[in-house]
């Protein structure tokens, strides 16, 4: 496992697996697991401040996501660059999504649940839904995209999914040691939180504190997880 890919982090915007899964990231890592990011958007919507180029507010966030990948422990970050608001089920998305994952082979994958209902961001549902198609049957099978075994990237088998911002949790993984960690990654995004105030963060304490009733540990991040059968 030393070289292999343990978890792949498809994320629909930078600062979405800080929230989603930053957490279980940062636990991982410090197991020395590997894990990899993929960012589908460019996030140069995602502001209030008029004054702020959209082109500008990419390269920031960018720049954001990098820092808090690094202080996560993340070994790549692979930027799709897509702009945001955008992301569409298209054959060139899930293609660039099948060449990452045959690239990096994660036993794991994790990425925004695109079934939660009525609140949520069309690029989330996008992501999501497209994601779990690249996993299966397109990353799986050789005849999708033939034009990838050119590049040397062979199918894959991902093991396992898992789905954040889930309205069906059955998958809690412990993040009591690592909340704080967690935090952290998400102050480095300063373009969408200048400044994390208390409030925010107990409401975050006990939103992880609620995602763990049942278990005996404090703080979980909450999935819904399926293992894939072939």
């Known amino acids: 496992m030393d070289n292999q890919t343990y978890l792949m982090v498809v994320t629909p915007h930078p600062d979405d697996a800080e929230f989603g899964v930053a957490g279980t990231v940062a636990r991982l890592t410090r197991e020395g697991k590997k894990v990899v990011y993929v960012v589908c958007t460019n996030g140069d919507k995602g502001t209030s401040d008029r004054k702020v180029k959209p082109e500008e507010l990419a ?12 202080l ?12 945001d ?3 569409e089920d298209s054959d060139e998305f899930r293609k660039e999504l099948v060449r990452v994952i ?10 925004a649940d695109p079934y939660r209902k009525y609140m949520w961001h069309r690029d989330h549902r996008i992501a999501g839904q497209v994601t779990l198609d690249a996993v ?24 396992e999914m898992w789905f954040w911002a889930s309205d069906d949790i059955n998958y809690r993984l412990d993040i009591t040691d690592t909340f704080d960690t967690k935090l952290t990654a998400l102050g ?9 105030p208390p ?8 939103w992880a504190r609620m995602n763990a009733e049942g278990e005996d540990f404090e703080l979980a991040e909450a999935f819904h997880r399926i293992e894939m059968r072939y």
Request: aromatic share 10%; charged share 30%.
């Open 59 to 70: 390269k920031i966030r960018e720049q954001e996501q990098m820092a808090a990948a690094k």
């Open 72 to 83: 996560l422990g993340v070994s790549d970050v692979v930027f799709l660059r897509y702009p």
């Open 85 to 87: 608001q955008s992301l």
């Open 102 to 111: 045959r690239l990096y082979q994660p036993y794991a994958v994790v990425t």
């Open 136 to 159: 299966f049957p397109y990353a799986r099978d050789y005849l999708s995209y033939p034009e990838l075994l050119d590049e040397g990237l062979e199918p894959h088998k991902v093991r």
């Open 188 to 196: 480095c995004h300063k373009s969408q939180v200048s400044d994390i």
């Open 199 to 206: 409030e925010m963060r107990e409401r975050m304490r006990d």
